[in-house]
């Protein structure tokens, strides 16, 4: 068997030209800004992603870009000027931040209802209680992703592998509240396989290329693959592609898969966070 992939690209250009039909008759426009600390190749990547797909939508968006060795305090100091700007809706810190920072303090910073990453204590306590509002982008990609399998969440077994505050706990949350019996497994599980090869739906967060291969999937489980790994210069998942692919009924490629979604996802919660603040 040879299994369907899920078209994350194309599901993600749909929810975007959606979001600009939404927004072309908006004033002011939507307005989110992202902040950088350093110059890590991958996160200048990640960033100039969110700010192109902005562009693409009309919003306006405001990219800050500080050295490596700004201090804390300039940092807060920079959010809550962003979070006392009329024109700015959402507000994202890219992350990881370097290790003389507080990550926890910059998150908690964010006023919540600008939290378009939904990583503050008040929207992870809301998901938490069922209250979805500004739900993480990539967990939200991932539930889209599943949906548009047209297989049904409720009553199956759905292993998340890694326990992540931005993939892992908030995607185990979603998966439960639409009715999965959810089992987590991260770098303690052992072994792995026993675990995998019971999922219905399989979620995939760890960041270990090949991690996962078609003898730990069950025939015709759904398989979403959130790792991004470089290898031999290659962008791969955590998945083995090849031998998953022989056993899977649906599962994501890398690129193309859960990426693209994370970024319309954090559109659509900056849509979502305007129209709050304009009630
Ligand atoms: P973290 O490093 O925060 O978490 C990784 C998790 O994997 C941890 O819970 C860890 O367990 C677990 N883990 C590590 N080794 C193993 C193992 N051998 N077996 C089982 N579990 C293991 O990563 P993130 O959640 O931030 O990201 C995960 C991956 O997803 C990365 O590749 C990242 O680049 C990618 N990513 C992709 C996004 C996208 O839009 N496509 C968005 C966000 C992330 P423990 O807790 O015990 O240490």
Same mark, same amino acid.
């Given at each position: 068997?040879?299994?369907?992939?899920?078209?994350?690209?194309?599901?993600?250009?749909?929810? #975007?030209?959606?979001?600009?039909?939404?927004?072309?008759?908006?004033?002011?426009?939507?307005?989110?800004?992202?902040?950088?600390?350093?110059?890590?190749?991958?996160?200048?990547?990640?960033?100039?992603?969110?700010?192109?797909?902005?562009?693409?939508?009309?919003?306006?968006?405001?990219?800050?870009?500080?050295?490596?060795?700004?201090?804390? *305090?300039?940092?807060?100091?920079?959010?809550?000027? *962003?979070?006392?700007?009329?024109?700015?809706?959402?507000?994202?810190?890219?992350?990881?931040?370097?290790?003389?920072?507080?990550?926890?303090?910059?998150?908690?910073?964010?006023?919540?209802?600008?939290?378009?990453?939904?990583?503050?204590?008040?929207?992870?306590?809301?998901?938490?209680?069922?209250?979805?509002? *500004?739900?993480?982008?990539?967990?939200?990609?991932?539930?889209?992703?599943?949906?548009?399998?047209?297989?049904?969440?409720?009553?199956?077994?759905?292993?998340?592998?890694?326990?992540?505050?931005?993939?892992?706990?908030?995607?185990?949350?979603?998966?439960?509240?639409?009715?999965? #019996?959810?089992?987590?497994?991260?770098?303690?599980?052992?072994?792995?396989?026993?675990?995998?090869?019971?999922?219905?739906?399989?979620?995939?967060?760890?960041?270990?290329?090949?991690?996962?291969?078609?003898?730990?999937?069950?025939?015709?489980?759904?398989?979403?693959?959130?790792?991004?790994?470089?290898?031999?210069?290659?962008?791969?998942?955590?998945?083995?592609?090849?031998?998953?692919?022989?056993?899977?009924?649906?599962? #994501?490629?890398?690129?193309?898969?859960?990426?693209?979604?994370?970024?319309?996802?954090?559109?659509?919660? #900056?849509?979502?966070?305007?129209?709050?603040?304009?009630?």
């Amino acid at each position: 068997m040879s299994a369907t992939i899920i078209d994350g690209q194309k599901i993600a250009e749909e929810m #975007t030209a959606q979001i600009k039909k939404e927004s072309s008759s908006l004033l002011p426009k939507p307005g989110l800004a992202v902040i950088i600390v350093g110059k890590d190749p991958a996160s200048l990547l990640y960033v100039k992603k969110k700010e192109k797909a902005c562009q693409q939508v009309a919003f306006y968006s405001v990219l800050i870009e500080l050295p490596e060795d700004v201090s804390e *305090l300039k940092l807060l100091n920079q959010i809550d000027a *962003l979070n006392q700007n009329k024109k700015i809706h959402g507000i994202l810190v890219q992350l990881p931040l370097p290790a003389h920072i507080n990550e926890r303090l910059v998150i908690d910073s964010i006023y919540p209802n600008k939290d378009v990453d939904g990583f503050t204590p008040i929207n992870m306590g809301n998901l938490l209680v069922g209250d979805n509002r *500004l739900v993480p982008s990539t967990p939200r990609g991932i539930m889209k992703l599943i949906e548009s399998t047209g297989v049904h969440i409720s009553g199956k077994h759905a292993v998340v592998v890694g326990r992540s505050n931005i993939v892992g706990k908030p995607i185990s949350l979603l998966l439960q509240q639409h009715g999965a #019996t959810v089992t987590m497994c991260h770098s303690r599980t052992h072994p792995l396989e026993y675990y995998t090869k019971q999922a219905d739906i399989l979620v995939s967060a760890v960041g270990k290329p090949k991690l996962i291969s078609g003898s730990m999937i069950k025939k015709g489980a759904v398989v979403i693959d959130v790792g991004i790994n470089s290898l031999n210069n290659t962008l791969v998942g955590d998945v083995d592609f090849e031998s998953a692919s022989t056993v899977a009924g649906f599962i #994501t490629p890398v690129p193309k898969g859960v990426g693209p979604m994370t970024i319309a996802c954090l559109l659509e919660n #900056t849509l979502y966070a305007y129209r709050q603040q304009h009630l």
